[in-house]
C-alpha cells in the first residue's frame, strides 16, 4: 500500500465548508494547502483586469498558463498574490466568483490551470486540496476523497451569516440566487463538472457543525491510515498466495496449508480467498492479486463443479451438492469477478449457478434445508440475500433486485424477531442459541447496502433498530461480541467474524467513535504476528490461532468500508 505524498481532496459546491475543513486539516495535519478555488479566482480577476475575450481560447491558454500568482500566509489568514499585488479581497467579490465560474466552464481554462495546482504536491509531506474536481480530475490517485454536501438555503445562510459577522451588509436572497446559479454551472458543465470521485467519501454537512465535521473527517484519514490493518491485510495477502502457489487452491488454514487434504478442503476457502484477492487488488492495485482470483476461479470450476450431477460440491470427498451457504457463496463471489473480468463466460455462469439455486432451493420453497422438525437456518439465506445484491451491483441485471426483495420478505416472516428487534438463527423460538448478535451487525449492514442500491427492503428498513438492539444485549465488558446470547459467559469463546462484521457496519455508517474503540480492541486482541487470528477465550487469551482462509472475506470485507 502506497507512501507517496499523502493527498487529502475536499470537493462540493459553494459555502459547503470546504476551505473552513480544508484549513483545520491541513493545520492539524501539518499539511500544505491547495485553495484551487482562489486560483480560479486569480484567473478570473486576471481576466476582469486585462478585459480579455473570453472567447478567443488560445488568448486566455497563453495568459493563463504562465499567470504570476502566489499565496503567503499572514496571521491566520491566507493572502492571494496577482503579480505582486495584494488581492485578497477582490477575489473574494461576487462578480470575481462569478466570472471564475464562467471560465471554470471552458476546458482549456482548466488545461492551463492543471500545471499549477498539482504543483501544490511537490516536496511537500502531504496536501489538503479543496475545490470542485481535486478528487476527480487534478489528484485521481489521491489517497483520502471527501465530498461535502448541504442543502443551497443552508449554505446561503452560512455565507450570509459569514458576511453579517464581519460587519458587512448582506442579502440573503441575493446570496442564494447567486449561490444557486453557481451552483447550477458548476454541476453541469461539460468539463470536470462538480460530482463526487467513485471513491469519494460523502458527508452531508447540514446538521453537523464545523467541529462534527472536522472530526468525522480526521476520524476517516486516520482510519485510512491504521497501519495495523494494513499490515495484517497485506501479510494475510502473502500468506494466501504463498498456499495457491504452493498447492494450487485455497486451502483451510494458511498457516498450515497441509492440515487438512484436498479432498477435504472446502469450495467457501476458494470462494472466499476469491473475493478476498479481488477486493485486495481494486483497494490496493495488485494486479497479481486480480490473476491468482482468475487462477482460483478456474480451480473452482474444474474441481468443484460435478459435470454429471450439475452440482457445486462443498469437498471433493463429500461429493454434497445441496449446500446453500456454498452456492450462495459462489454467486456472490461470481458476480465480484464479474465486476472485474466483464467476461461472457462469467456471466454464463452466473446465470446458470443462479438458475441452480432457483431449481434446488427456492422452487419447492426451502424445503432443502428444513431439518426433521422443519425448522430452517438462517445463515444461508443471509449469504443469498447478500449474494443477490452482489450479483445486482455487479451485473446490473434486474432480476437480481426482483429476487432479491422477495426473499428479503421470506427472511423477514421466517426470521426476524419484532419483539426483540434480532434476526433469530432458526425460524423456530425453540431451538437453542437462538441469537447470534455477529449476524445482527451482518444484516444491518446488509440492509445499509440494500438501500444503497435501490432494493426495496421497506419492511425492516430500520437497521439501526437492529444494530442497537444487538449491541445492547451481544457485546460483553471487554468489548467481544458474544457468540449467542443462550450459553453461560464463562464458556464462551469469541470468534473474530463477528468483530469484523461489526466494525464493517460502524465503518459503514461512519460512526467513528465506536469503530475507534472496536479497532482498538480489534488489533490489541485478535491481531498476532499481525495476521487474524480465529478466536479468543472470555479473558482475551488466544484460544485458537490457526489463519483460516475463510476469515480473508470478513477482513477485508470489513477494511473496504474503513476505507471508503
Ligand atoms: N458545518 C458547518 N456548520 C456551520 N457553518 C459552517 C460549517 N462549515 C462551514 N461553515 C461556515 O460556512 C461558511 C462557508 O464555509 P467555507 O469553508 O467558506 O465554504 P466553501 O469553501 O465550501 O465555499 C463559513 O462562514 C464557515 O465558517
Ligand atoms: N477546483 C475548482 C475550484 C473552483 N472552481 C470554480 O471556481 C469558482 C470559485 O471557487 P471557490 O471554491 O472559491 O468558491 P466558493 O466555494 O468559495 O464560493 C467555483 O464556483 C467554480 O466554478 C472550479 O471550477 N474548480
Request: with cysteine; glycine share 6%; aromatic share 10%.
Amino acid at each position: 500500500m502506497s507512501n507517496k505524498v499523502e493527498i487529502i481532496t475536499i470537493d462540493g459546491p459553494s459555502g459547503v465548508g470546504k476551505g473552513t475543513l480544508s484549513r483545520l486539516l491541513a493545520q492539524k495535519l501539518d499539511y500544505a494547502l491547495l485553495d484551487s478555488g482562489a486560483i480560479y479566482r486569480l484567473a478570473a480577476l486576471y481576466v476582469l483586469d486585462h478585459v480579455i475575450d473570453i472567447s478567443h481560447e488560445q488568448l486566455l491558454y497563453d495568459e493563463l498558463s504562465q499567470l504570476n500568482i502566489h499565496f503567503a500566509i499572514e496571521g491566520n489568514q491566507t493572502k492571494a498574490f496577482l503579480d505582486g499585488m495584494d488581492v485578497t479581497t477582490r477575489i473574494r467579490q461576487e462578480q470575481t466568483g462569478m466570472m471564475a465560474s464562467k471560465i471554470a466552464k471552458i476546458s482549456i481554462v482548466r488545461d492551463a490551470l492543471l500545471a499549477c495546482q498539482q504543483a501544490f504536491a511537490q516536496g511537500v509531506k502531504g496536501l489538503v486540496a479543496d475545490g470542485r474536481d481535486m478528487g476527480t480530475v487534478v489528484f485521481p490517485n489521491a489517497r483520502h476523497k471527501f465530498f461535502l454536501e448541504a442543502g443551497s438555503q443552508i449554505r446561503a445562510q452560512r455565507r450570509y451569516d459569514e458576511l453579517i459577522a464581519k460587519g458587512q451588509k448582506a442579502d440573503f436572497t441575493e446570496i442564494l440566487t447567486q449561490l444557486e446559479a453557481r451552483d447550477h454551472q458548476d454541476r453541469n458543465r461539460e468539463v470536470a463538472p462538480l460530482r463526487p470521485a467513485e471513491d469519494a467519501l460523502i458527508i452531508d454537512t447540514s446538521s453537523l457543525d464545523i467541529d462534527g465535521v472536522f472530526a468525522k473527517v480526521y476520524a476517516a484519514v486516520k482510519l485510512r491510515n491504521n497501519k495495523q490493518m494494513t499490515v495484517a491485510i497485506d501479510a494475510y495477502y502473502q500468506l494466501l498466495i504463498k498456499a495457491i502457489d504452493q498447492l494450487g487452491y485455497a486451502p483451510e488454514f494458511l498457516n498450515a496449508p497441509q492440515k487438512i487434504d484436498q479432498a477435504n478442503t472446502r469450495l467457501l476457502c476458494q470462494t472466499r480467498s476469491l473475493f478476498f484477492l479481488l477486493t485486495y487488488a481494486g483497494l490496493t492495485n495488485t494486479q497479481a492479486a486480480n490473476a491468482y482470483a482468475y487462477k482460483l476461479y478456474q480451480v473452482m470450476k474444474s474441481q468443484y463443479f460435478d459435470e454429471q450431477s450439475k452440482a457445486w460440491i462443498k469437498t471433493q470427498s463429500s461429493k454434497d451438492g445441496n449446500d446453500l451457504y456454498e452456492y450462495a457463496f459462489v454467486l456472490f463471489t461470481l458476480s465480484v469477478l464479474y465486476g472485474t473480468f466483464k467476461e461472457h463466460v462469467i456471466s454464463e455462469d452466473i446465470e446458470h449457478v443462479n438458475e441452480l439455486i432457483t431449481q434446488k432451493f427456492i422452487a419447492d420453497d426451502f424445503k432443502a434445508l428444513k431439518d426433521q422438525h422443519g425448522v430452517i437456518g438462517q445463515n444461508a439465506l443471509m449469504h443469498l440475500f447478500e449474494a443477490y445484491l452482489g450479483a445486482y451491483r455487479h451485473t446490473q441485471n434486474p432480476i437480481f433486485k426482483t429476487q432479491a426483495e422477495a426473499l428479503y420478505q421470506k427472511i423477514i416472516a421466517l426470521f426476524f424477531d419484532h419483539e426483540r428487534s434480532l434476526m433469530r438463527e432458526y425460524s423456530r423460538e425453540d431451538k437453542s442459541a437462538l441469537f447470534e448478535p455477529g449476524h445482527s451487525f451482518e444484516w444491518s449492514s446488509l440492509i445499509v447496502e440494500a438501500q444503497a442500491l435501490g432494493v426495496d427492503v421497506d419492511i425492516m428498513s430500520d437497521h439501526i433498530g437492529l444494530y442497537q438492539a444487538a449491541t445492547k444485549v451481544g457485546i460483553n465488558d471487554c468489548g467481544f461480541i458474544k457468540p449467542n446470547l443462550s450459553h453461560d459467559v464463562k464458556d464462551m469463546q469469541y470468534r473474530i467474524w463477528p468483530m469484523l462484521e461489526y466494525m464493517r457496519y460502524l465503518a459503514m455508517t461512519a460512526s467513528y467513535e465506536h469503530l475507534d474503540n472496536a479497532l482498538s480492541i480489534f488489533s490489541t486482541v485478535f491481531l498476532k504476528h499481525d495476521l487474524p487470528i480465529e478466536y479468543v477465550d472470555s479473558e482475551g487469551a488466544v484460544g485458537f490461532d490457526d489463519v483460516k482462509s475463510t476469515t480473508g472475506y470478513h477482513l477485508i470485507n470489513c477494511w473496504q468500508y474503513m476505507l471508503r
